[in-house]
């Protein structure tokens, strides 16, 4: 089975899961969500990059350059789902599927965090499962790109 690329993008503040606000983000850190995906991705037949910014600038590059080298994109923007125009317009030029995640439920916290910048351009929304989310996400990618 020849393997397809995934690349996973988690936004700002995300390099400190585990450590920040655990009683919402749970106390699983980063590499351990990167290193897990990386191990479901070699079950499955895909394999993970993964890359962390906590700039938007970086984020759209990297969103850029997945336009040429990958064949989906999980994303989880943090803060900048709620703010970012430059993200939305990135996303807009790639032709794969998009996922968009996040570790907590938006919809049940405060109301700047239910409008997000990306729910109506990306393929699909998986929030509120902390960092199963992440795999689920994988697997449907995966399912999708069958
Ligand atoms: C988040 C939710 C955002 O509102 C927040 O700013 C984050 C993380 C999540 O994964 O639940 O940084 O995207």
């Known amino acids: 089975m020849a393997s397809k690329k995934i690349l996973v993008i988690h936004g700002p503040n995300l390099n400190m899961l585990g450590k920040r606000e655990p009683e919402i983000y ?12 990386t191990e479901l991705g070699k079950k499955i ?21 997945a336009s040429q080298k990958h064949e989906g994109l999980i994303i989880n923007p ?6 970012s125009i430059a993200i939305r ?3 807009l030029i790639l032709k794969v599927p998009v996922i968009e995640i996040h570790l907590s439920n938006i919809y049940k916290r405060e109301s700047f965090r239910h ?5 109506d351009i ?9 960092h199963s989310g992440y795999y689920m996400a994988l697997e449907a990618i995966s399912r999708m790109l069958k």
């Open 89 to 91: 317009d990135a996303l």
């Open 122 to 130: 990306a393929t699909a929304t998986l929030c509120g499962f902390g």
């Open 45 to 65: 037949g895909i394999i993970v990059d993964a890359f962390q910014s906590n700039h938007e600038g970086a984020i759209v590059d990297k969103i850029q350059e």
């Open 78 to 83: 943090g803060a900048f789902s709620h703010t």
């Open 26 to 37: 749970g106390t699983t850190s980063l590499d351990d969500i990167n290193k897990r995906l």
């Open 115 to 119: 409008k997000s910048m990306i729910a």
